[in-house]
């Protein structure tokens, strides 16, 4: 019994993916390709009692959409995670990961997301229900 579930934790651990999207070991750690195409942006603005600076941008990177973050302040808070929503309040919305740390982060977005819908981008305390921040994406012209 013993052997059998040591082989089991052996097979898990040798299954589990080493760095995916959502495995970095640096949070918002998406590289940006040169030929990166800018889409839409927006610039964040805190809520009552919440500092937050800098820009969203929606980018196409070859095949890949992202979101990067450039020149990012925010109040620190617990458990932020990285939204896209359809509109400035989480209640429809696509949860893109924890926040990372620095000034420049880059998340990857799921295929087929309509930016004419998903056309904010939220920075959210989920373990408090509490929104952080709000950037409106607007079309690059």
Known sequence: MKHLLFAVAA???????AEGDLTRREIGSLPI????????????????GIEASGTAAIIRDGDDIKLSFEYFLISAGPDLKVYLSTSASPDTFINLGALGNGMTQN?????????????????????????????HLNPEE
Request: aromatic residues 14%.
């Open 107 to 135: 998340y990857a977005v799921p295929p087929g997301v309509d930016f004419s819908l998903y056309n904010h981008v939220l920075i959210h305390c989920q373990q408090y229900n509490h929104l952080y921040a709000v950037a």
């Open 11 to 17: 097979i898990l651990m040798l299954s589990c993916e």
């Open 33 to 48: 390709g040169a030929g990166a195409e800018r889409l839409y942006s927006g610039t964040f603005s805190g809520t009552p």
